[in-house]
């Protein structure tokens, strides 16, 4: 697979499913979504450490799934590190399930 390969079909975010919340004025935290192939692929998940473990990722992460719902997507996908725990659990307690591989 080439880097050709990857980009095909891929498209700039989806507003709707892309959150960038401040905390007092503060950048807290930021989810980015984009379209691949014709479905939302969720890019981008971070929280600032300060922020973490308080349900947050879990909260935005539900904002995307209903505006992808809204939106008219049956399904959203993203991409997420074996080993990331705190991560695999946030995504898990939403609703996403595993596959393996590329
Ligand atoms: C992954 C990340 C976005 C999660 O954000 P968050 O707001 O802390 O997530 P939530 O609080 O909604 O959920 C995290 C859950 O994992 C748990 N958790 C934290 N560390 C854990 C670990 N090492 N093993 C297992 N569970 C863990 C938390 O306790 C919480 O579950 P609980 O509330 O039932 O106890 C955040 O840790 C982060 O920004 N990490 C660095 C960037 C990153 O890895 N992004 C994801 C790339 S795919």
Redesign the pocket.
């Known amino acids: 697979m080439s880097w050709k390969d990857c980009s095909t079909g891929l498209r700039s975010f989806i507003s709707e499913c892309s959150f960038r919340p401040d905390v007092g004025g503060e950048l807290a935290?930021m989810i980015l979504c984009t379209e691949f192939k014709g479905l939302p692929l969720v890019v981008y998940?971070?929280?600032?450490p300060e922020?973490?473990?308080?349900?947050?990722?879990?909260?935005l992460l539900k904002k995307v799934l209903d505006a992808a719902q809204r939106l008219g997507y049956g399904e959203v996908s993203?991409?997420?590190?074996d080993g990331?725990?705190?991560?695999i659990?946030?995504y898990r307690?939403v609703g996403f399930k595993a596959e393996t591989g590329i």
Request: net charge positive; hydrophobic share 50%; glycine share 4%.
């Open positions: 935290s998940v971070a929280m600032l922020f973490r473990n308080r349900g947050y990722a879990r909260f993203l991409v997420v590190t990331n725990d705190a991560a659990k946030a307690d």
